[in-house]
Structure formats: structure tokens, C-alpha cells
């Protein structure tokens, strides 16, 4: 238990650089994208896909650019900033 407190203490006070971009897909449609990157642009990336907004994403994303990983969160279709309508688990195989 005092490792994982230590870890995420130490999370908490590593930065990592935050990039919003808009991804389109196939059929046109632009998918929000929030980007928290470490140290390197070019690294094993975790990404999550969510219809609910990324409110404690960076708390983790702190957690994993610390181990060299870049995080991402995707909004879903009509969700959060990302365009397009909401039709729950009906195109994410397209996305």
C-alpha cells in the first residue's frame, strides 16, 4: 500500500503535456481527442474511449507518462467535443 500511495504521489507532481486535437474518421465525422504525452511523441500509448467526458483522466495520465506511456481519451461519437450523433455502440467499429 505506502508503493502505490508513493506512485501516485509521485504522479501527482510529474507533468505531462496536454494536446487537444480533432481526429477524423472515415466518414468525415472529427472525434475530440485528449492527448497527455511524457517526454517522447513516440511511445506505447493507452487510449480510452468514453461517452462520459475525461474529468479524472489526468490523474492516471500523469501515472502512465511517468512509465513512458502517452495517454489518450476519445470522446464518443455526439459526446463531449466530438461531432456526429450518439448512437450508443452502433459505430464504434468504425471509430
Request: proline share 2%.
Amino acid at each position: 500500500m505506502r508503493v502505490l500511495s508513493l506512485l501516485l504521489y509521485i504522479s501527482c507532481i510529474h507533468s505531462a503535456i496536454l494536446k487537444e486535437e480533432m481526429i477524423e474518421m472515415k466518414d468525415g465525422v472529427k472525434l475530440h481527442n485528449t492527448i497527455f504525452l511524457g517526454n517522447q511523441e513516440k511511445a506505447p500509448t493507452v487510449m480510452t474511449r468514453s461517452p462520459y467526458g475525461y474529468r479524472d483522466l489526468e490523474m492516471w495520465s500523469d501515472f502512465y507518462t511517468m512509465f513512458g506511456f502517452v495517454v489518450i481519451g476519445q470522446d464518443w461519437r455526439g459526446t463531449g467535443k466530438s461531432e456526429g450523433n450518439f448512437a450508443i455502440f452502433h459505430q464504434e467499429e468504425q471509430d
